[in-house]
């Protein structure tokens, strides 16, 4: 697999921005918010004690476990990523029903959840537009290059 060259399409750049910001907001989120993702965090995670410390560990790592993805797309055109990125978009679809029995009868979702939930689907499926395609397909090189 070969570093992509070239300028990405609208649709990679702006799949990138979104999952980017996406990141940004949730890592925010999370370290601004110490205590109650412990606590969140316990609670998904018998077993293991969480102090200040291995929370702060844990937000960090699911900060770059979501750029993952991101990097293998806009540096190596990874396919593979592309369809992960759509697998756990979706995956996030699928799991809202229980969201919302988690909220309770008679309360809203918050509206940073919905709307991370729309920007996740709204990005995964720049991946899958036509210029998107043609840049996966020519493995990240400009479309000019590839189709000559």
């Known amino acids: 697999m070969s570093l992509a060259r070239g300028p990405r399409p ?3 750049r ?3 921005a979104v ?5 940004a907001a949730s890592f925010a989120y999370q370290i601004t918010h110490l205590a109650s993702m412990q606590a969140v965090f316990a609670s998904s995670m018998a077993g293991i004690d969480f102090d ?3 929370t702060i560990v844990v ?3 699911r900060a770059v476990i979501t750029l993952i993805p991101v990097a293998l797309i806009w540096f190596l055109a990874s396919r593979v990523a592309r369809w992960l990125v759509l697998l756990l978009a979706v995956g996030r679809l699928v799991w809202l029903p229980f969201a919302l ?3 309770g009868p008679g309360q809203v979702m918050p509206w940073p ?3 991370s939930l729309l920007l996740s689907l709204a990005g995964a499926g720049l991946l899958f537009t036509r210029k998107s395609a043609r840049w996966f397909s020519g493995g ?3 479309a000019a290059l590839v189709f000559e």
């Open 19 to 23: 999952f980017l910001a996406l990141a």
């Open 52 to 54: 200040r410390d291995r």
């Open 14 to 16: 702006l799949f990138a």
């Open 10 to 12: 609208l649709s990679i």
């Open 113 to 115: 959840w919905v709307a």
């Open 59 to 61: 937000i960090c790592a």
């Open 140 to 142: 990240g090189r400009p």
């Open 101 to 103: 029995a988690a909220v």
